[in-house]
């Protein structure tokens, strides 16, 4: 099922490379960086894109343990990937009384958001192990603070219930400087202290650069993973795992005066040699991209120009040295992941999340066991 990347083509179409030891490197890296902390990690969303069934296993054979996902089904999807190999799938978003069989068939743990859900698990499935989720700041899912102290007062509420873990998020981890990171972390702090003796989870991706003090007991990364920087602007220690390659079709010459692509949004005010690339928003490259996004011809920069149709682009490779034919490669993506998501005024998750709508992946493979 595995394809080299060096394959020929059997069509001028654009590849997605997911690099699965990349991402299994990765899921080191934070372990490396919280030693004193379980890593596992967050894979809603077809693991962000990149595909559950490939990513899982993978994140499993580095050492993964606890798994994260939004929805039920995609915990299902997880524990098929998984093949067996032990792990915690917790599900975010809640706890549905017509889901249980669903939950109990792929032994999934709900993350309990409020008091409500806490009092329906208890009639209707106390034996099911479950997370519990307080919103410290974030005001998105999870226990609010008039729900967290009534449950604190009363302890009792969880009285014979399985609570595997305790979990907050942080909203603006990715800017350090916020003050809203170290007022969460003290609410959540003063919350472990209530429910001590449960693992208790507090950091995403960002989080963890936050620091030890941010580390709690389990991490739950998602795009580190993946190679996204998690606080863009600042060092990031995780390595690019995904890459577009795709392949050129036609190579032309422009006129000063001539322009490119629908709307004529591009006019060359110098002679210019653009090359039309087999990629486009159908791929999942966001239109957005167009007129400030970029690939790259080995270590050359090669902006697009115009908009970006539904399958093809516009690239500039006027300062290409090495001879251009059709089926040369143009990569998009890998390092330039921030930058690209920049030029869209969007995040690389946005993105990501949407690559896997017409490429044809392919999967350089990973280090089977730890
Ligand atoms: C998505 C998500 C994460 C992972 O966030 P990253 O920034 O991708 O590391 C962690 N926790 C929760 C609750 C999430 O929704």
Redo the contacts with the bound molecule.
């Keep these: 099922m595995t394809t080299s990347p060096t394959d020929t083509r059997a069509e001028p179409a654009p590849r997605l490379i997911i690099d699965l030891a990349t991402i299994q490197q990765n899921y080191r890296k934070v372990r490396d960086l919280a030693p004193g902390a379980e890593a596992g990690a967050?894979i809603?969303a077809n693991a962000y894109g990149l595909g559950a069934m490939e990513v899982v296993p993978a994140l499993a054979d580095a050492g993964c343990r606890t798994f994260?996902v939004?929805h039920t089904s995609e915990g299902r999807e997880a524990r098929t990937a998984l093949a067996g190999r032990p792990a915690d799938i917790y599900v975010?978003n809640g706890f549905w009384p017509a889901e249980l069989p669903a939950l109990r068939d792929a032994e999934l743990f709900p993350v309990i958001n409020e008091l409500a859900q806490l009092e329906q698990l208890r009639e209707q499935a106390p034996d099911l192990p479950c997370a519990l989720h307080f919103d410290t700041g974030m005001n998105r899912l999870g226990l609010g603070p008039e729900e967290t102290d009534a449950l604190i007062a009363n302890p009792a509420r969880l009285d014979a219930i399985d609570v595997r873990q305790i979990m907050s998020?942080l909203a603006c981890a990715d800017e350090p400087v916020y003050p809203l990171n170290a007022r969460q972390l003290e609410r959540f702090s003063r919350i472990r202290e209530a429910f001590h003796g449960i693992p208790a989870s507090l950091s995403?991706?960002?989080g963890i650069l936050l620091g030890p003090d941010y580390h709690f007991d389990v991490l739950?990364?998602?795009?580190?993973l993946f190679g996204g920087v998690?606080a863009p602007g600042y060092p990031s220690p995780f390595e690019p795992a995904v890459e577009i390659d795709a392949p050129i079709l036609q190579i032309r010459t422009l006129r000063p005066g001539d322009t490119v692509g629908y709307g004529a949004t591009f006019t060359a005010d110098t002679p210019r040699r653009i090359a039309t690339v087999a990629a486009g928003y159908a791929d999942g490259l966001l239109r957005a991209f167009g007129n400030g996004g970029f690939g790259r011809i080995g270590e050359t920069r090669v902006p697009i120009l115009g908009r970006v149709s539904m399958d093809l682009i516009g690239v500039d490779v006027t300062d290409v040295d090495s001879p251009l034919t059709p089926g040369h490669p143009v990569c998009f993506l890998g390092g330039d992941i921030e930058d690209m998501a920049d030029s869209a005024a969007t995040i690389s998750?946005e993105f990501l999340v949407r690559l896997g709508l017409r490429f044809h992946r392919i999967y350089k493979p990973a280090a089977r066991r730890r």
């Excluded at 739950?220 to 580190?224: E, K, N, S, V």
């Design positions: 967050v809603k994260y939004a975010f998020h995403n991706s960002a739950r990364p998602g795009l580190a998690p998750y």
